[in-house]
Every structure is written in structure tokens, then in C-alpha cells.
């Protein structure tokens, strides 16, 4: 009751366990030294697009439609983030992918 669940993610090097002890990247792998940080989340809008799907194959239609979607992504926030944190954990991608472009 009312632990907090750490999410753990895996170094995509050597596959050691990092807990993430900062949120200011770098983080270090306790493994094998390299530099990580946590990987972008997917598409932002993807809760959008479930709703305005969602709600016309529940069977909304016209204003009751208007109404649904709405609240078809609030819906959607929450699975996500729940489905998020149980079955899609962060992951770690190497820290300087991206820095020199
Ligand atoms: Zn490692």
C-alpha cells in the first residue's frame, strides 16, 4: 500500500538494470558505463486519434457524438498511461544520439 512503483528500465547495451536516480540525463548504466536517457514517448496525439475512432464505433452519433469524443480521450489518457506503465516501462536510448546534428 502506497509504495511507489519504480519504473525500471534496461541499458539497450548490456541490458543491466538502471534506476533512474535524476531525471537530468545523462544517466549512467551501473553496467557498463554508458551514457542513457530516456527514449521519447510515442505520438502525443495518439489519445486523439483513439477517441475520434473510439467513440463513432461505440455507437455516438451526431451531438451525442460531439459529447463522446471528449470524453472517449480522457478515456484514452488514462488507459495509456496505465498500459504505459505496465507494459511499456521508459526506455533508455544513448545519451548523445542526438546531440550533434
Ligand atoms: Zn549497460
Known sequence: ?????????????CGATVVPYS??????CPGCGAKLRMADRGPAFLEVYIA??????????GWNL?????????????ARAIIEQRF????LE????NAHH
Not at 531525471?23 to 549512467?28: A, D, I, L, T, Y
Not at 511499456?88 to 526506455?91: A, E, K, T, V
Open 23 to 28: 531525471n537530468r540525463p545523462p544517466m549512467v
Open 1 to 13: 500500500m502506497g509504495a511507489i512503483v519504480r519504473s525500471r528500465m534496461r541499458c539497450p547495451f
Open 94 to 97: 544513448p545519451f548523445d544520439q
Open 88 to 91: 511499456f516501462p521508459p526506455r
Open 66 to 78: 460531439l459529447i463522446a469524443i471528449p470524453i472517449a480521450y480522457g478515456v484514452a489518457l488514462v
Open 52 to 61: 475520434v475512432i473510439a467513440a463513432p464505433a461505440l455507437g455516438f452519433r
